[in-house]
């Protein structure tokens, strides 16, 4: 049976048999039969073409990675957990950030904290834009009821969280609304988890009701491929992306 999700990743990235040979040091003619026939490559394949790909090796390959390997990858992906978001410096936000080379993503509601207290953090979002990098922001629709009952939750009232959603949003346009290559979009879901990308590190705020996220725990997470906590917030963050709309016209 072919691997369609590998034939899928193959395409989205651009590679044939042949470029996937090249850089994995085999024959095109054994990675067609990883796709055509699925036919699982040897570990250390499977760990390069996944980073190849961003993809997850259980997503590839779900038979080929044991569940209690998939289980330890996914504890070791934890990195840190800090009791609170905010004890995370600037300086800590600015040297993720200004590592992404690839992707750049954030998911909040209003996320203010960055620009206000790292103004920095948007010369460097809008500079990875520019070499090439894919940088999406998500912020809460300031009129959505979710963002009404987030504040109302914290005991700040209704109109608290999208005021502040609001004062993110200018904040944010003067230097990202024309930036090439930078996205910045409106959800309405309910946000469980704040997310904040670099490419392969992440820092997940989990939300705890009636306080504020700079007050609930934060994971930093760095992904691996055999590992799945990382890529289930990445795949959240995706569906919400589909669904939201851009903020400005």
Known sequence: MANERLRDALSKQGLSPTSVGERLGVDPKTVTRWVSLGRPPYPKYRAQL???LHESETWLWPDAVSAERAEEASRSEVVQVHPHRASIS???????????????DVHVYAGLFLPEQTPAILDVLRAKAAD????????GDPDCPAVALRGEEEGIGSQAVSTKVRNALQLLKRPLAKAPGVHVRLHTSTLYTSIYRAD?????????????????PAMQLRRLSAGGLFDTYAAMYDRVWDEARPAWG
């Open 50 to 52: 996944s980073a190849l």
């Open 90 to 104: 600037g300086d800590e936000w600015l040297r993720m950030f200004s590592s992404a080379t690839a992707f750049a």
């Open 132 to 139: 090439g990098a894919r940088v999406r922001l998500l912020l």
């Open 200 to 216: 392969d590190t992440m820092i997940a705020n989990p939300h705890v009701l009636g306080l504020p996220a700079a007050q609930a």
